[in-house]
């Protein structure tokens, strides 16, 4: 199922390198949940920062310029493209996703499509849609971001309270952490866990 979490909660990439239906709901132990880069630091949100906060044309923000020089090259470009067409194109599809987050706000898949993950799943249709922002879930319950880094960082400049996400892998121990609370209540956890989005299914 997904979870409601606030933006700002998901402040890390991990270096787990899972795919986010091959290892769908899987429960991993190691040190894979290890932060590796922070979400703000990547390319795509100071690219987007750029555009949106600093008010910068498109040719002017990180992520033109360097898909740029990589078409120079021959190198495909920024998420695919070969052209500098298809490198204006998507960047007007990136304006068209501020643009409608900014006055629809964030809307979860299963309100896109009308159907859960596990029924687009069960239906064969997930190559078809886009998913839910993706995260692992690390031992201590914070969020490790996957996929869906435009949505997230639109999300995190507009300062929204809440996004849906879609938990991928969760570590052993959080997964132990889960069931402790299952079986003998939330009070076996710190008070700052009480509103895990990741805990209230099982305090019910």
Do not use: M
């Amino acid at each position: 199922q997904t979870l409601e979490v606030d933006p700002a909660a998901i402040e890390w990439l991990s270096t787990g390198r899972f795919d986010k239906w091959g290892n769908l709901g899987e429960v991993r132990d190691g040190r894979w949940d290890e932060p590796l880069l922070r979400f703000d630091a990547t390319p795509t949100f100071r690219t987007l920062h750029q555009r949106y906060v600093e008010g910068k044309d498109w040719e002017e923000t990180e992520r033109y310029r360097n898909g740029l020089v990589r078409l120079w090259r021959g190198k495909r470009g920024w998420h695919g493209s070969w052209t500098e067409a298809e490198l204006k194109q998507r960047c007007k599809s990136v304006d068209d996703l501020y643009e409608r987050l900014s006055s629809e706000g964030y809307r979860s898949q299963a309100e896109l499509t009308g159907k859960s993950t596990a029924e687009r799943l069960r239906d064969g249709e997930f190559k078809r849609y886009e998913s839910d922002i993706s995260v692992h879930i690390a031992r201590d319950g914070a969020f490790r971001f996957l996929d869906g880094r435009h949505r997230l960082a639109v999300a995190k400049l507009l300062d929204f309270d809440t996004v849906t996400v879609q938990p991928v892998v969760r570590h052993q121990q959080w997964q132990q952490t889960r069931r402790r609370v299952a079986e003998d209540g939330v009070d076996v956890v710190s008070t700052e866990l009480h509103q895990h989005p990741d805990l209230l299914d099982v305090q019910e």
